[in-house]
């Protein structure tokens, strides 16, 4: 797909942007990369302005939640054009995710080129403030009509950029977290391991009842024991303890495997840490801190990068971390990682791909 035809906005809605105010995936630019699946395969794809798509009710998506998505960034780099850091990784998992629901597979390369383009048309929409960055978001979904449950025979694959802020306007503030122990999210041989949206419908009542008493996110336990640590909603989770960095590993298929967190697990090798990817009961956490040696819990994930628990609630027991204050081991984290996203620092492992503009 070398030359993908490109159909540029008349009205571009640049202007509109309130760039001290962006919040997260509020403002969408101007152009959309849109390839549609049909007859066994997908077509070039284009470049087209962003705006509403004809859609009949009959629509199977909308009834069986046909549909995966993915969440990547590009940066500005500070000594000229941009980063978009690991699109490779997405670009594969897209595809994992769609093996699991069904949706077929979609080149990584085409993927990754359509991505650069789409950048490049939109690319006075990334943020200059450090900090910012344009959110990348493909999705895919079954677009067919039908009421039979069965896969559907057409797809759309349509990619969409958001100028988004930093998650945190004054530096990174811990959040608070609850442990579900009336729900649960994703159950072995389930969905867990696919970015797929109903893995959020599933989310969502936990989430808004945590909301209600005060809690920024939830922390799902495995479905089956519920005595072991998954994942925050859309982040992993990482636990100091005892100078071990330790989080839960991916062999069960019911969490998700963040690009974020395979950083942080091959940076904290490389630094020497202790690192395990093994199963963490929950009991564990809480005994950990009452011998004092719960060092720091931190979330990982593309929209915040790291996200440092503060306090963590489960059952009748509610305890503070590192005196709700981000630990050593997640400010390095995330001075490292977004030092490499905006060109601070050397890129050794090639995790950005480098756009001029
Ligand atoms: C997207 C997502 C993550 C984070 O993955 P990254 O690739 O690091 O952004 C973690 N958990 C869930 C459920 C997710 O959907």
Same mark, same amino acid.
């Given at each position: ?34 390839? #549609? ?25 909308? $009834? ?38 069904? !949706? ?5 390369? +085409? ?20 900090? $910012? ?71 969502? %009542? ?46 069960? &298929? ?57 306090? %963590? ?6 305890? !503070?971390? +590192? #005196? ?18 905006? &060109?601070?620092?050397?890129?050794? $492992?090639?995790?950005?791909? $480098?756009?001029?503009?």
């Amino acid at each position: 797909m070398a030359n993908i035809k490109i159909t540029r906005t008349q009205n571009s809605r640049i202007g509109t942007v309130d760039w001290n105010n962006l919040g997260f995936g509020v403002y969408f630019s101007d152009h959309m990369f849109i390839a #549609e699946y049909k007859n066994n395969q997908w077509n070039e794809g284009e470049i087209m302005p962003y705006g509403p798509l004809p859609m009949e009710p009959g629509l199977c998506t909308l $009834h069986y939640g046909q549909s995966i998505f993915e969440g990547l960034k590009a940066f500005r780099n500070v000594s000229g054009g941009m980063n978009i850091f690991r699109p490779d990784m997405n670009a594969k998992r897209l595809n994992h995710s769609g093996s699991r629901v069904c !949706i077929p597979a979609y080149d990584i390369k +085409n993927n990754i080129e359509a991505i650069i383009e789409l950048v490049k048309v939109d690319r006075d929409w990334i943020p200059q403030q450090r900090g $910012h960055s344009l959110y990348i978001r493909p999705v895919i979904f079954g677009s067919s009509n039908f009421l039979g449950v069965h896969s559907s025979s057409e797809y759309l694959l349509i990619i969409m950029t958001s100028p988004v802020a930093s998650y945190y306007p004054e530096g990174l503030n811990p959040v608070k977290i609850m442990v579900a122990s009336e729900y649960v999210r994703a159950v072995r041989g389930g969905l867990g391991s696919a970015k797929t949206a109903a893995n959020y419908a599933a989310s969502l %009542l936990a989430s808004a009842k945590a909301k209600e008493q005060g809690y920024a996110q939830v922390l799902w336990l495995d479905a089956v024991t519920r005595n072991f640590v998954d994942e925050v909603g859309a982040m992993n989770i990482m636990f100091v303890i005892d100078n071990e960095l330790i989080t839960p590993p991916l062999v069960q &298929g019911t969490i998700l495997a963040g690009v974020t967190r395979d950083t942080v697990l091959t940076l904290a090798r490389e630094w020497g840490m202790k690192v395990s990817e093994r199963a963490l009961e929950i009991a564990e956490v809480f005994e950990a801190n009452e011998k004092g040696k719960l060092q720091e819990i931190f979330g990982t994930g593309t929209a915040a990068i790291i996200s440092p628990v503060g306090q %963590l609630a489960y059952k009748d027991k509610n305890i !503070i971390i +590192n #005196e709700s204050k981000i630990g050593p081991i997640a400010q390095k984290m995330y001075d490292t990682i977004t030092g490499i996203q905006y &060109g601070e620092i050397e890129d050794k $492992h090639g995790w950005n791909i $480098h756009v001029d503009l």
